[in-house]
T-cell receptor, first 116, second 111 residues
């Protein structure tokens, strides 16, 4: 399977614990995006990388959230001191710049986080 | 007012019906318009991608964009039970920009 992969698919944690999610984009894609989706809502943008550079962060990304893409390939999203409000699906997407009309973000299956 | 509005449904139709899904938006800078399909507990899957105004057809799916009215639509012909999913409209200002999603419409196609 050459699509976007995410690990783990599910995570249950207790409030106050730290969690880390991993995203492996499609291999030739140099842009990588993180989104968060809560029940009954569409995904909301969190942050985006072009290669290893983090180019934009949403105000949704509080100080407890940090994302990295150290070698411009896979990315990690860490949440420190988790809160119940962090419970959501965390989605990763990747894209490859090309002709403007053709740049498409392809989404992974998501990591579903439940904070107890 | 949210940037992208979409009737959440749920929408229930019989198999074979024509389905019309719609979104309105407020940001006139949006130029790229998409429809994603999302099955339960899965990531969104791109269905249609349109640049600027106009129509685009792909099999049973037709996307329409009216930038003057800030209104986009997705039509599904001959709907099938496998079309049962949540449909998310989405848009962005530039080709490489973050995607802004609507809240999604839940569709059920009844055999």
């Amino acid at each position: 399977d050459t699509g976007v992969s995410q690990d783990p698919r599910h995570k249950i944690t207790k409030r106050g614990q730290n969690v880390t999610f991993r995203c492996d984009p499609i291999s030739e894609h140099n842009r990588l995006y993180w989104y968060r989706q809560t029940l009954g809502q569409g995904p909301e943008f969190l942050t985006y990388f072009q290669n290893e550079a983090q180019l934009e962060k949403s105000r949704l990304l509080s100080d407890r959230f940090s994302a990295e893409r150290p070698k411009g390939s896979f990315s990690t999203l860490e949440i420190q001191r988790t809160e119940q409000g962090d419970s959501a699906m965390y989605l990763c997407a990747s894209s490859q710049p090309g002709l403007a009309e053709q740049e498409t973000q392809y989404f992974g299956p998501g990591t579903r986080l439940l904070v107890l | 007012q949210k940037e992208v509005e979409q009737d959440p449904g749920p929408l229930s139709v019989p198999e074979g019906a024509i389905v019309s899904l719609n979104c309105t938006y407020s940001n006139s800078a949006f130029q790229y318009f998409m429809w994603y399909r999302q099955y339960s507990r899965k990531g969104p899957e791109l269905l249609m991608y349109t640049y600027s105004s106009g129509n685009k057809e792909d099999g049973r799916f037709t996307a329409q964009v009216d930038k003057s009215s800030k209104y986009i639509s997705l039509f599904i012909r001959d709907s099938q039970p496998s079309d049962s999913a949540t449909y998310l409209c989405a848009m962005k200002e530039t080709s490489y920009d973050k995607v802004i999603f609507g809240p999604g419409t839940s569709l059920s196609v009844i055999p």
